[in-house]
């Protein structure tokens, strides 16, 4: 799961290709409706993020162009390994990270996609080829009272991995960087698109 050298495209590939012939987890952590319909398991975090990012149609728009170009994930040492993927339902989200001079390459299927007039998004659920267990729901929305485009970032997780239940508060460090920073990288790409 961790390694010395950044992973190639093949290994990476290869990884999507076994998780592919797996049958998808039927736990559903309830993130799909919201902080409040969470499941309240034991041992899992519950971690949520809400802001605006923008006003109106036309921010609407280009955070969905955002979304659909992995841009919440461009943060540098995050990516996700296929910018194109599409987002839909079962596709697999190969998501690679570099931290403390290691890599690792984590895995989670999108299990629900949300593509309504004011509201787009996914909710990706963990494979075993992760370091946590849960899922999370990345989802963009327009207040119809004053038309602000709000991101909800809403996650559920514990350790899977035993260097995560080692290291547990630097995973929480990490996880908490991550919303941060994936966060103020929605608000930079509408703020681009503007500018382009």
């Known amino acids: 799961m961790f390694q010395l050298a950044k992973p190639t495209s093949e290994k ?13 987890s039927l736990v559903d952590y309830g993130t799909l409706y919201g902080p409040e319909s969470v499941s309240r398991i ?3 975090v519950i971690d949520h993020r809400r802001s605006q990012i923008g006003y109106g149609n036309r921010d609407f728009v280009r955070a969905k162009d955002a979304f659909k170009q992995w841009k919440n ?8 390994a296929d910018p194109k993927l599409l987002i839909e339902k079962d596709a697999i989200v190969a998501v690679v990270v570099h931290a403390f001079g290691l890599w690792s390459v984590i895995c989670s299927r999108i299990v629900h996609v949300i593509d309504e007039p004011t ?6 659920r963990t494979t075993e080829f992760h370091v946590e267990r849960g899922e999370e729901r990345f989802l963009l929305e327009v207040d119809p ?3 602000a485009v709000y991101y909800d970032l809403l996650a559920i997780s514990k350790p899977a991995h035993f ?4 290291g547990y508060q630097v995973t929480r460090h990490f996880q908490k960087r991550f919303a941060i920073e994936s966060h103020l990288a929605m608000k930079l790409a509408i703020k681009s698109a503007i500018q382009s």
Do not use: C, H, T
């Open 12 to 24: 990476i590939q290869k990884r999507v290709a076994a998780i592919q012939m797996q049958p998808p």
């Open 42 to 44: 034991l041992d899992f």
């Open 73 to 80: 994930f461009e943060l540098g040492w995050v990516n996700v």
């Open 119 to 124: 509201r787009f998004g996914f909710v990706y």
């Open 145 to 147: 009272a004053s038309n």
């Open 163 to 166: 260097l995560s239940r080692i």
